[in-house]
């Protein structure tokens, strides 16, 4: 079945620096799109969304990147902060999960902020 | 406000042995959700629902069952525990689909089958 995939497992930073972790989806009806932390033995934390007719979206440090010619997504985080080391996970949201708009998770990607 | 709050935390079950994972939230949500992560993975669905009296399947639903008696709780049965049943297990809800999708999640209940 369709997926959402990550291209990277692990991505290691310098403080300051900005990062940005990558995500392919291979479901083309989806229409909404979700990045989410996961710290260290908690729950996923919503991060910052994206509907499928916006290309970027701006929050707090972060930015949301979408481009749905080649199925991908990108999470920007600017100033990396050694609070920022986490799991982060991509998801997605098919018009075909119908009314229950169900979520399907990435494997996520492990960053990691270096002093 | 709580938001999702999930119990026990970690529980270590024999094979064979059943428990259920309570979950309950006070944000009025009326979209609730099971999903279950193995090491090293993403998340995976194993039931949902739309609203109290109203479950359905996700993704990995077998052995596992649940009910959606009121609009706060939402319990995860196991009935007869298994080692492929290790896993993190969390809840989450969110507020009015397709219009704020937002799932809000809990801490997650940390179980191991031996």
């Known amino acids: 079945g369709e997926s959402v995939g990550l291209h990277l497992p692990t991505l290691s930073v310098q403080e300051g620096d900005n990062s940005i972790i990558n995500c392919a989806y291979s479901n083309s009806a989806s229409d909404y799109f979700i990045w989410y932390k996961q710290e260290s033995g908690k729950g996923p934390q919503f991060i910052i969304d994206i509907r499928s007719n916006m290309d970027k979206r701006q929050g707090q440090r972060v930015t949301v990147l979408l481009n749905k010619t080649v199925k991908h997504l990108s999470l920007q985080i600017a100033a990396t902060q050694p609070g920022d080391s986490a799991v982060y996970f991509c998801a997605e949201i098919p018009i075909s999960s119908g009314s229950a708009r169900q979520l399907t998770f990435g494997s996520g990607t492990q960053l990691t902020v270096l002093p | 406000n709580a938001g999702v709050t999930q119990t026990p935390k970690f529980r270590i079950l024999k094979i064979g042995q059943s428990m259920t994972l309570q979950c309950t939230q006070d944000?009025?949500?009326?979209?609730m959700y099971w999903y279950r992560q193995d090491p090293g993975m993403g998340l995976k669905l194993i039931y949902y629902s739309v609203g109290a009296g109203i479950t359905d399947k996700g993704e990995v639903p077998n052995g596992y069952n649940v009910s959606r008696s009121t609009t706060e709780d939402f319990p995860l049965r196991l009935e007869l525990a298994a080692p492929s049943q290790t896993s993190v297990y969390f809840c989450?809800?969110?507020?009015?689909?397709?219009?704020?999708?937002?799932?809000?999640f809990g801490s997650g209940t940390q179980l191991s089958v031996l």
């Open positions: 989450a809800s969110s507020y009015r689909p397709g219009t704020n999708e937002k799932l809000f």
């Open positions: 944000m009025n949500h009326n979209y």
